[in-house]
């Protein structure tokens, strides 16, 4: 904002980092909540005469050109929201991209293509991101981080640019972390935590943090599976992860011996094959308390009972953060679980944020209104490691 207020960036070119990594079904946009937030640093600087070239990784492609990687779908959401004139930057860092920039004019932006197309940004080898990262400030002036879902990755575009070229961080990054600090300093209690998603091995440095933070775990999604195993139950044909068993048993007893609370499910929805996500079709779910999982089921959702459970346990907390579903929401008759848990954080008085791609994505795909939560992060990862107390390569970048 300052450098912007001094006249600075008008007629520089800024390389704007961003988190537009959205989900897709094919070509079509799910959610585009991600773009929504990286909009207002854009238009500022494109206000101040700056010319931006907007830059991000999209899905997990393997370092090679890969269409269905493509950020043209959100080329096209992106000219829509900012309302001015977009250049694709079709090669990322070659020639088509250098004919953008020398025809865009202050006030234009200039989307790249997907950064992961290039082996150099996500490389372990120091001298291959460093050599990327050249190549990327080349094109630029200046640099501003502001792709918060992306800050956990020590990645060229992330990492290592920010060191070749004068940079800040933008509003998003600022706002994000704000937030999130408020998870941990001075929370304000009881502090509930929901955890979801598919893998407990996502979760664990996370819960791990948390023992020493929270009052209650809730816990649903296809991890729940690992820890309901872990109480002694059969879970059918159900996610389990095995080897994880140790470790989630430890958890459970050192909650137990600290008095944070974990709640888990008392009953799950599930169906004897996994649903067509594409169709929707019905897919015949099945009701089971957890203490008779049949062997052929395979759990896709929290119960009815433990939607109650949960609500009530989130009813009267002060403080709440949430990440990740509590079953496979994009299927219609596996989404009550996840909207049970939006529903009880839209309608209390807490201090809410939903962390994570995926349970953001819910929240809007479920059509909840957005401005019932406290915050609703862009960052899935990001803002797990954030709260495990993990230094962020993309935050200590711009603190430099
Ligand atoms: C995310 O979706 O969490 C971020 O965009 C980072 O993506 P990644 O996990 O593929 O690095």
């Known amino acids: 904002d300052d450098l912007i207020a001094e006249g600075q960036v008008e007629g520089k070119r800024v390389f704007v980092r961003a988190d537009l990594n959205v989900p897709l079904d094919g070509t079509t946009i799910t959610d585009d909540g991600r773009i929504r937030a990286a909009v207002p640093t854009i238009a500022k600087l494109a ?13 997990r492609p393997k370092g090679e050109p890969d269409p269905t990687f493509s950020l043209a779908p959100v080329m096209t959401r992106l000219t829509e929201l900012l309302d001015r004139r977009v250049l694709f930057g079709t090669d990322t860092v070659g020639e088509q991209t250098e004919k953008a920039l020398a025809a865009a004019r202050g006030g234009d932006v200039v989307l790249l293509e997907n950064l992961r197309f290039f082996p150099g940004e996500t490389s372990k080898d120091d001298a291959e991101r460093g050599a990327f990262a050249d190549r990327l400030a080349a094109l630029a002036d200046a640099y501003v981080g502001d792709g918060f879902g992306a800050v956990h990755r020590k990645h060229a575009s992330v990492y290592d640019l920010p060191a070749r070229l004068p940079h800040a961080a933008g ?42 933070k929270a009052d209650r775990i809730l816990v649903g999604g296809g991890m729940v599976f690992t820890f309901l195993k872990a109480q002694g139950h059969e879970v059918g044909k159900s996610l389990l992860q095995e080897d994880q068993l140790p470790i989630v048993t430890e958890y459970l007893e050192r909650a137990a011996a600290k008095g944070v609370e974990f709640v888990l499910p008392v009953d799950v929805v599930g169906a004897t094959e996994f649903p067509d996500l594409r169709t929707k079709a019905p897919a015949q779910p099945v009701t089971a308390p957890v203490d ?4 052929d089921l395979i759990g896709l959702d929290i119960g009815p009972e433990s939607r109650k459970l949960f609500a009530a346990k989130l009813a009267d907390a002060a403080t709440i953060f949430w990440n990740g579903p509590m079953g496979v929401f994009e299927h219609p008759d596996f989404a009550d679980g996840t909207r049970a848990v939006a529903q009880a954080l839209s309608d209390g008085s807490a201090f809410s944020v939903v962390g994570g791609g995926d349970s953001a994505a819910a929240v809007r795909i479920l059509g909840f209104d957005e401005d019932a939560f406290g915050h609703i992060s862009t960052g899935g990862g990001a803002s797990l490691e954030y709260l495990e107390g993990k230094t962020l390569p993309g935050l200590s970048a711009l603190e430099n």
């Open 47 to 59: 206000d101040a005469g700056a010319t931006v070239i907007v830059a991000s990784h999209l899905g």
């Open 292 to 295: 008779a999982i049949p062997a």
């Open 171 to 212: 509003g998003l990054i600022a706002t994000e972390v704000g937030v999130l600090k408020k998870l941990t300093e001075d929370v304000s209690r009881p502090y509930a935590v929901v955890l979801g998603g598919s893998k407990v091995s996502d979760k664990l440095g996370v819960i791990d943090h948390l023992l020493e």
